[in-house]
T-cell receptor, first 114, second 110 residues
Framework: ETGVTQTPRHLVMGMTNKKSLKCEQHLGHNAMYWYKQSAKKPLELMFVYNFKEQTENNSVPSRFSPECPNSSHLFLHLHTLQPEDSALYLC?????????????FGPGTRLTVT | TQLLEQSPQFLSIQEGENLTVYCNSSSVFSSLQWYRQEPGEGPVLLVTVVTGGEVKKLKRLTFQFGDARKDSSLHITAAQPGDTGLYLCAGAKGNYQLIWGAGTKLIIKP
């Protein structure tokens, strides 16, 4: 595997379910990100990790819970989601934590909350 | 609120035509990136522009950063169906966060 991988690619869950999204990067990068992408809206940065430490939580509701066990893996734990949480969730990584560095994105998880 | 406005939101043209998409802001950026996202995939970086007035070319794609580093444009010459995708611009302001535009959805018809 190369680049950034995400699983599952598609997820349908009820509002009372608990599920997790997984991201793995094979690039040796030190920073990892979770983004939410909704149609016709800018990417929303949710969480940022640098060397496994969370550096940013952009006022994300507590029903989203990130976990970064090491620099290569990132999880997003989901529970009691709302229908408006349906979106494409993108994971990205970059060599360093700086805006000018290229971010490498995974293919995303298409989440539908019913 | 820092905004990057992209225009047009949607563009559908015939193969062989030229087009320009724009990315505008009232904020100054230290650099600006353009990404292309194809259906079912994440965004992929096309180019980073850093200097005001800078012009970069990537085959048939020409990117320009405004003199004041507040805006940018992407011009495609002789568009091909393979250029179809969502084009996103993202501005960096010195910290690690990127300010993203909402994107221009481009469809090139054969």
């Amino acid at each position: 595997e190369t680049g950034v991988t995400q699983t599952p690619r598609h997820l349908v869950m009820g509002m009372t379910n608990k599920k997790s999204l997984k991201c793995e990067q094979h690039l040796g990068h030190n920073a990892m990100y979770w983004y939410k992408q909704s149609a016709k809206k800018p990417l929303e940065l949710m969480f940022v990790y640098n060397f496994k430490e969370q550096t940013e939580n952009n006022s994300v509701p507590s029903r989203f819970s990130p976990e970064c066990p090491n620099s290569s893996h990132l999880f997003l734990h989901l529970h009691t989601l709302q229908p408006e949480d349906s979106a494409l969730y993108l994971c990205a990584s970059s060599q360093r934590l700086a805006g000018a560095y290229e971010q490498y994105f995974g293919p995303g998880t298409r989440l539908t909350v019913t | 609120t820092q905004l990057l406005e992209q225009s047009p939101q949607f563009l559908s043209i015939q193969e062989g035509e030229n087009l320009t998409v724009y990315c505008n802001s009232s904020s100054v950026f230290s650099s600006l990136q353009w990404y292309r996202q194809e259906p079912g995939e994440g965004p992929v970086l096309l180019v980073t522009v850093v200097t005001g007035g800078e012009v970069k070319k990537l085959k048939r794609l020409t990117f320009q950063f405004g003199d004041a580093r507040k805006d940018s444009s992407l011009h495609i010459t002789a568009a091909q169906p393979g250029d179809t995708g969502l084009y996103l611009c993202a501005g960096a302001k010195g910290n690690y966060q990127l300010i993203w535009g909402a994107g221009t959805k481009l469809i090139i018809k054969p």
